[in-house]
């Protein structure tokens, strides 16, 4: 029976140009849905970006420009980048659209009425030269636990989340006066009274995590959660629909991880479908949410909470995809250090299949990695060049070829082919997705010593039945390389599917069923060599 699958990815601040960091940690959404497309399943893969909160009013303020102008200024630039890395969004929306504000009012409007939202007044940092209640983001402070200078949002450098009494002694990030304590109205979610459900929950599904994201949820269960404030001081993002709050927005924490929800409602009415087969108990379904390390507990608990919340029998997240972080020649990421590349600049750079491939090959699974245009070279030539192109290349342009005759396929090669996807699908249904590409250069490797070893070009002239069965084994690898490829380098698969008159790809052994005539096919290399910049 088909899966109903919700794939989620991260959605990314519209406040800057994303880098290939943020790529490699969101690429892993893009191959789980497309290999579970390809096994039949029934898939929602869904994102967008977060157009509200601190971040852009930071950007904004700075630029002299409206929360609204940056917002849409990056919005548009993330749907290019996505589109060129070949994403397979079934919707890529933004927090600002009027379909998603709605549907989330009434989420949250649903939690208030359910009791687990409730008021509370008390003292909050207020910087009385701004005349402003601050953000923690808004806010800068030593941080308690390793003793870096950081934004009261998150510490960059030990993922310390500070708490309001630890943000009592910070400074205004806009003029740098120390702030006092004023009170203020707020709504809070009741956070807590979720902690033994979300324990049972991340006992039963967490075998299928990562380690980063076990340690990282249990580092909070432990803790014991905490209320969590869900308005803020701020004009710019979703309306509280809650009386006496209308000058007040909701954190984008909440209004973001509902998006996966809203995405999918929006997609259901648009295709005729019933969302609830996605997203409620009982209608063989599996959610996924796919982001960087520094997004876990937002996935693994609050999301969740949010959900129990409703009191609807929603389906909670199954599996937590974490990756840890790319850096560039061994130093973080950053714009302002001029340090790395941002991901179109990459894309302008490199092709998108040969990019896709190595952050997946060399990806941070389960340890932060390096990426440098040495090693991206390497590998496009070597793995991508020299050993998947050329097995193709060799094949299907052998001088004096004009057909692919139907023959008899190696014995061997037949069983490899057939065990490689088992081997392939068990790994990234494992979240391993290094090891699926490994196993896929293994039958690479296989067919070109194949190829080397049974010498068409010797065959070709002293034995025609044997030549004809060779072509025929390398042209049937290259078929099923194009369905097991197919979630990593989309583009290169549908050429070779093009090459060899394949329909639409799926995740089960093909083998060519009639003559393939050449003559008339522009089969050109798939790759190109690369030089070192």
Same mark, same amino acid.
């Given at each position: 029976?088909?899966?109903?699958?919700?794939?989620?990815n991260?959605?990314?601040y519209?406040?800057? @140009?994303?880098?290939?960091?943020?790529?490699?940690?969101?690429?892993s959404?893009?191959?789980?849905?497309?290999?579970?497309?390809?096994?039949?399943?029934?898939?929602m893969?869904?994102?967008?970006?977060?157009?509200?909160?601190?971040?852009?009013?930071?950007?904004?303020?700075k630029?002299? %420009? !409206?929360?609204?102008?940056?917002?849409?200024?990056?919005?548009?630039?993330?749907?290019?980048?996505?589109?060129?890395?070949?994403? @397979?969004?079934?919707?890529?929306?933004?927090?600002?659209?009027?379909?998603?504000?709605? %549907?989330?009012?009434?989420?949250?409007?649903?939690?208030? /009425?359910?009791?687990?939202?409730?008021?509370?007044?008390?003292?909050?940092?207020f910087?009385?030269?701004?005349?402003?209640?601050?953000a923690?983001?808004?806010?800068?402070?030593?941080?308690?636990?390793?003793?870096e200078?950081t934004?009261?949002?998150?510490?960059d450098?030990?993922?310390?989340?500070?708490?309001?009494k630890?943000?009592? !002694?910070?400074?205004?990030?806009?003029c740098?006066?120390?702030?006092?304590?004023?009170?203020?109205? $707020?709504?809070?979610?009741?956070?807590?009274?979720?902690?033994? %459900?979300?324990?049972?929950?991340?006992?039963?599904?967490?075998?299928?995590?990562?380690?980063?994201?076990?340690?990282?949820?249990?580092?909070?269960?432990?803790?014991?959660?905490?209320e969590?404030?869900?308005?803020?001081?701020?004009?710019?993002?979703?309306?509280?629909?809650?009386?006496?709050?209308?000058?007040?927005?909701?954190y984008?924490?909440?209004?973001?991880?509902?998006?996966?929800?809203?995405?999918?409602?929006?997609?259901?009415?648009?295709?005729?479908?019933?969302?609830?087969?996605?997203?409620?108990?009982?209608?063989?379904?599996?959610?996924?949410?796919?982001?960087?390390?520094? &997004?876990?507990?937002?996935?693994?608990?609050?999301?969740?909470?949010?959900?129990?919340?409703?009191?609807? &029998?929603?389906?909670?997240v199954?599996?937590?995809?974490?990756?840890?972080?790319? !850096?560039y !020649?061994?130093? %973080?990421?950053?714009?302002?250090?001029?340090?790395?590349?941002?991901?179109?600049e990459?894309?302008?750079?490199?092709?998108?299949?040969?990019?896709?491939?190595?952050?997946? @090959? &060399?990806?941070?699974?389960?340890?932060?990695?390096?990426?440098?245009?040495e090693d991206?070279?390497?590998?496009?030539?070597g793995e991508?060049?020299?050993?998947?192109?050329?097995?193709?290349?060799?094949?299907?342009?052998?001088?004096g070829?004009?057909?692919?005759?139907?023959?008899? $396929?190696?014995?061997?090669?037949k069983?490899?082919?057939?065990?490689?996807?088992d081997?392939?699908?068990?790994?990234?249904?494992?979240?391993?997705?290094?090891?699926?590409?490994?196993k896929?250069?293994?039958?690479?490797?296989?067919?070109?010593?194949?190829?080397?070893?049974?010498e068409?070009?010797?065959?070709?002239?002293e034995?025609?039945?044997?030549?004809? &069965?060779?072509?025929?084994?390398?042209?049937?690898?290259?078929?099923?390389?194009?369905?097991?490829?197919?979630?990593?380098?989309?583009?290169?698969?549908?050429?070779?599917?093009?090459?060899? /008159?394949?329909s639409?790809p799926?995740?089960?052994?093909?083998?060519l069923?009639?003559e393939?005539?050449?003559? /008339?096919?522009?089969?050109?290399p798939?790759?190109?060599?690369?030089?070192?910049e």
């Amino acid at each position: 029976m088909n899966r109903n699958i919700v794939i989620g990815n991260a959605w990314p601040y519209a406040n800057s @140009s994303l880098h290939l960091g943020h790529v490699a940690g969101l690429i892993s959404g893009d191959i789980l849905a497309r290999y579970f497309r390809l096994t039949g399943d029934n898939v929602m893969f869904v994102s967008g970006s977060d157009c509200h909160g601190t971040p852009i009013t930071e950007r904004a303020r700075k630029e002299g %420009k !409206n929360p609204k102008e940056i917002a849409e200024f990056y919005d548009s630039e993330f749907r290019n980048l996505f589109k060129r890395f070949n994403f @397979s969004y079934d919707l890529f929306s933004s927090t600002d659209t009027d379909y998603h504000k709605e %549907k989330v009012k009434i989420l949250f409007r649903k939690l208030y /009425d359910n009791g687990y939202i409730y008021e509370k007044i008390e003292p909050q940092c207020f910087c009385e030269k701004c005349n402003k209640f601050l953000a923690d983001r808004e806010i800068i402070l030593k941080c308690p636990e390793c003793g870096e200078e950081t934004k009261g949002d998150q510490c960059d450098n030990c993922l310390h989340v500070p708490t309001a009494k630890e943000l009592v !002694n910070g400074t205004c990030i806009v003029c740098g006066t120390k702030t006092v304590q004023k009170n203020n109205k $707020i709504l809070y979610l009741n956070l807590p009274i979720f902690q033994n %459900k979300i324990e049972e929950h991340t006992e039963k599904v967490e075998k299928e995590w990562r380690i980063n994201a076990r340690n990282e949820t249990h580092k909070y269960l432990k803790q014991g959660l905490v209320e969590r404030a869900v308005t803020r001081d701020i004009n710019w993002g979703v309306e509280i629909p809650v009386e006496g709050y209308e000058d007040k927005r909701m954190y984008v924490w909440i209004d973001a991880v509902l998006g996966y929800l809203t995405d999918t409602m929006k997609v259901c009415e648009d295709r005729g479908l019933n969302w609830e087969d996605f997203w409620k108990e009982g209608h063989n379904n599996k959610i996924y949410m796919c982001h960087g390390k520094d &997004n876990i507990v937002f996935h693994s608990i609050i999301l969740n909470a949010l959900l129990l919340g409703q009191e609807e &029998n929603y389906h909670l997240v199954d599996t937590i995809v974490s990756t840890e972080y790319l !850096n560039y !020649n061994d130093q %973080k990421f950053s714009k302002s250090k001029k340090i790395g590349i941002t991901a179109l600049e990459a894309l302008d750079l490199y092709p998108v299949d040969s990019l896709r491939y190595h952050l997946v @090959s &060399n990806g941070p699974e389960k340890k932060d990695t390096n990426f440098t245009p040495e090693d991206f070279v390497a590998t496009h030539n070597g793995e991508l060049l020299n050993k998947f192109g050329n097995l193709v290349n060799r094949t299907l342009k052998f001088k004096g070829l004009e057909k692919i005759e139907a023959a008899e $396929i190696d014995r061997d090669i037949k069983e490899k082919i057939e065990h490689t996807y088992d081997e392939v699908g068990n790994s990234i249904e494992k979240l391993e997705f290094r090891e699926a590409v490994s196993k896929i250069i293994d039958l690479v490797e296989i067919a070109n010593k194949y190829y080397d070893t049974q010498e068409p070009w010797k065959q070709k002239k002293e034995n025609e039945i044997e030549f004809k &069965n060779t072509i025929f084994t390398c042209s049937n690898i290259i078929a099923n390389l194009s369905n097991l490829f197919e979630p990593i380098m989309p583009g290169t698969c549908q050429k070779i599917r093009e090459f060899l /008159d394949l329909s639409e790809p799926s995740w089960k052994p093909t083998y060519l069923a009639k003559e393939i005539d050449l003559k /008339d096919k522009n089969i050109e290399p798939l790759f190109e060599r690369l030089k070192l910049e």
